[in-house]
């Protein structure tokens, strides 16, 4: 990324690669810097005389003399979710052990995943180069599960431990570089599923860093350069294509290019394609992005409390997502797929060039919007958009955005909302969802509600009232897509972006990875 207002360019960090090894080894024997055991509420059970029943905490506590237990006692440590405890050991071969809890049960890759980020967050702490991770009681599960919890594990480690310091005047860089993940099995299908958890989870870093950059380094020119870089990485799959504002004018995508108008920042229109290096392909997909790398809400500014205005760079949130997606898949290669990744990128400012209330604009389907809100313009994109992933010829197509409160309203911070008139495909991206972790709901596609959406002059208007605003805004995006294209619209608003930290989630990236995969050979 090239200097920008204000003259701010991101450090390049290069964050020390972590190495995963399986190992089958008895825990006395490990050495390092952080032995981490994650316990269940029943795990921590004891017996009579205060003594641990799980064999494996059972030799811990007497390797220790009784200590582990005695200080868990101490602590009220019960193995509850989200809480930990940690023991300094300067006489044993671990220099710490650690109790990570999981709550009453574990059964699920979210929580194999927070297992991941409260171990990295504890070698933060105490600045360790290694560390081991072992379950209290791993007898009960099945080869694959074992399979994807390693895998969980993993990827919270290295979400874990990445930190994005890229804008600050000190960089700071993470010192773990080591992790053994004990007692789930050894082997070429586990190494696999451990490489596939490390580049899932640096595409989600970069899918993180995208929507962290702020819209004076992130520009549309920038988001098109970070493209075609994916793609120039990944060349023996992947080819860019990215389209001018004169060659989206031939193509006729007003509406795109309406809300552009009023930048300078000129909008590059993004179209990248995975095309597998060798046999047949037996489906094609889209995976289209909202991209909107600043959105000041246009003539009907962003103004009050709540109208995240400063924020509001993270409004190509759905992008990042499908380049991450991109990014992933470029290094995982999977076969009998094609997928167009697709992204529609500009700004939404305020000039005398630019789209007023009121206007009328003409989609590249011929379909005329009356544009009674300037600040419902990433619909407007999305519609030009997804008449361009139809004509690429796929059978199915996912779009994911940042757009609008209302689903935020409904579903809160942390769950994405799924609208689409396909049970099948939502069946696929729900079972996809269940490994990556992520949350998603169903909403409903009620089609009685459109009669809000008809204006008297066009054939539409881009936003209807407060009630049901996710709603609409889903049935407006359905009026550009093919019939017989099996489609789904996903508002990612609420858990783009974790409120609390002030960053990015990469959210929807693990999730499309595990999508496109079940529908590869």
């Known amino acids: 990324m090239a200097h920008s207002l204000g003259l701010t360019q991101p450090a390049n960090i290069q964050h020390p690669k972590i190495s995963f090894a399986a190992k089958e080894i008895d825990v006395a024997e490990w050495k390092g810097d952080i032995l ?17 029943q799980n064999s494996i905490l059972k030799k811990l506590d007497g390797l220790l003399g009784g200590m582990l237990a005695e200080a868990s006692s101490e602590e009220d440590f019960t193995g509850k979710a989200g809480k930990s405890m940690v ?32 171990v990295a967050a504890a070698s933060k702490t105490a600045q360790a180069n290694s560390v081991a991770i072992i379950l209290a009681s791993s007898e009960d599960l099945s080869n694959e599960s074992k399979l994807s919890t390693a895998s969980a594990i993993a990827s919270g480690t290295v979400l874990g431990i990445y930190e994005d310091s890229r804008y600050k005047s000190e960089p700071r860089k993470p010192k773990l570089n080591s992790v053994d993940i004990i007692g789930l099995g050894t082997g070429p299908e586990l190494e696999k599923k451990l490489k596939y958890a490390e580049n899932v989870s640096s595409a989600i870093i970069f899918g993180r860093e995208l929507v962290n950059s702020p819209a ?19 060349s023996d799959v992947l080819s860019a294509n990215i389209l ?16 552009a108008a009023a930048s300078a920042n000129p909008p590059h229109f993004i179209h990248l394609c995975y095309k597998p290096s060798s046999g047949p392909i037996k489906t094609k997909l889209a995976l289209v992005g909202k991209g909107l790398t600043f959105d000041s809400g246009g003539y009907n500014i962003k103004t009050g409390a709540g109208c995240s205005i400063d924020i509001m760079k993270t409004d190509m949130g759905g992008s990042a997502a499908v380049l991450g997606a991109a990014k992933a898949l470029g290094q995982i290669k999977p076969p009998g797929v094609e997928v167009h990744f697709i992204v529609a990128s500009c700004e939404n400012m305020i000039s005398g060039t630019g789209m007023r209330p009121g206007d009328i604009i003409t ?55 799924v609208f689409t008139p396909s049970d099948d495909l939502a069946k696929e991206v729900f079972e996809a969802s269940e490994v990556s972790g992520e949350k998603f709901w169903r909403m409903p596609l009620e089609e009685s509600y459109w009669e809000s959406m008809k204006s008297g002059v066009a054939d539409m208007v881009n936003t209807g009232g407060r009630q049901g605003g996710a709603i609409t805004a889903a049935l407006f995006l359905k009026q550009f897509v093919d019939e017989k294209v099996q489609w789904m619209h996903i508002d990612l608003a609420g858990p783009v972006w974790n409120d609390k930290k002030r960053v990015a989630t990469g959210f929807g990236i693990a999730t499309l990875v595990e999508w496109v995969l079940k529908n590869s050979s």
């Open 36 to 52: 981490a055991v994650g316990v269940t509420e029943k795990d921590m059970s004891k017996d009579e005389n205060s003594k641990f």
């Open 363 to 417: 989609a590249s389907n011929g379909k005329t919007i009356e544009v009674n809100n300037t600040d419902a313009e990433g619909r407007l994109t999305l519609a030009d958009a997804l008449v361009y992933a139809c004509n690429q010829g796929v059978d199915k197509i996912v779009d994911l955005a940042t757009l609008t409160g209302a689903c935020i309203v409904a579903l809160g911070p942390s769950i994405a909302g």
């Open 244 to 259: 001018s504002a004169e060659q989206c004018k031939e193509l006729k995508m007003g509406s795109y290019l309406g809300v």
């Open 87 to 118: 023991l300094r050991l300067p006489s044993c071969g671990s220099k710490r052990v650690g109790l990570i809890g999981l709550g009453k049960t574990a059964s699920y890759p979210a929580s194999f995943q927070r297992l991941g980020e409260a």
């Open 216 to 234: 004076n380094v992130l520009t549309p020119a920038a988001l098109a350069a970070e493209a075609s870089n994916i793609a120039s990485l990944y």
